[in-house]
């Protein structure tokens, strides 16, 4: 199956806000309200940041939001700070035969 | 609250078996469905497989021929058995949890440090 597919590198200055997007198809994403975003720093373990498109867990910062329209699922950070500098990745169900898929992952420089 | 911890060796011969614990502490492994996830060194994740403490499994179509998780109640532990690996089955290999009491919503909450395994002769 085909990864969702990501920008690999997105960027912004402290304060301002950014969007990364991930793209899947009618058999995922734009089916399913299960797409989740994960924030992973330099060798460390992915930290869970949205789940079911938009829920937060607790203890994730509410400068992180997710949305999602048509086939395209989006993050959305405000505020940015340094420690957001990290790799982001979408998930989402694919079906009960293909069932979870990631994208290709989203670099997020805070210049 | 629950940490997982990867175990296992780190290196592994070409056409052999990779197998891996993980073992779940400060809860139980009762009533969760348990993943094993992926990450070639520089690239992005993949999704292995999972399990529910019941034992019923799925995995992903691409490493379904080679790819056994099994669970221990007892010890509260699940495992992965990948056979006949290559060097393309070279990652840092993560085991997680769903969020979702008695559902598997794709939420992997929390994870393990995860365990860097190479395979080469």
């Known amino acids: 199956q085909s990864a969702l597919t990501q920008p690999a590198s997105v960027s912004g200055s402290p304060g301002q806000s950014i969007t990364i997007s991930c793209t899947g198809t009618?058999?995922?994403?734009?089916?399913?309200?299960?797409v989740s975003w994960y924030q992973q720093h330099p060798g460390k373990a992915p930290k869970l940041m949205i789940y079911?498109?938009?829920k937060r867990p607790s203890g994730v910062s509410n400068r992180f939001s997710g949305s999602k329209s048509g086939n395209t699922a989006s993050l959305t950070i405000s505020g940015l700070q340094a420690e957001d500098e990290a790799d982001y990745y979408c998930?989402?169900?694919?079906?009960?035969?293909?069932?979870?898929?990631f994208g290709g992952g989203t670099k997020l420089t805070v210049l | 609250q629950v940490q997982l911890q990867e175990s296992g060796p780190g290196l592994v011969k070409p056409s052999e078996t990779l197998s891996l614990t993980c073992t779940v502490s400060g809860g139980s492994i009762s009533n969760y469905y348990w993943s094993w996830i992926r990450q070639p060194p520089g690239e992005g994740l993949e999704w292995i497989g999972y399990i529910y403490y019941s034992g019923s499994t799925n995995y992903n179509p691409s490493l379904k021929s080679r790819v056994t998780i099994s669970v221990d109640t007892s010890k509260n532990q699940f495992s992965l058995k990948l056979r006949s690996v290559t060097a393309a089955d070279t990652a840092i290999y993560y085991c997680?949890?769903?969020?979702?009491?008695?559902?598997?919503?794709?939420?992997?909450?929390?994870w393990g440090q995860g365990t860097l395994v190479t395979v080469s002769s």
């Open positions: 079911e498109v938009s």
């Open positions: 009618s058999s995922d994403v734009g089916t399913y309200n299960l």
């Open positions: 998930c989402s169900y694919a079906g009960s035969t293909i069932v979870w898929v």
């Open positions: 997680a949890r769903d969020r979702c009491t008695s559902c598997f919503s794709g939420s992997f909450d929390p």
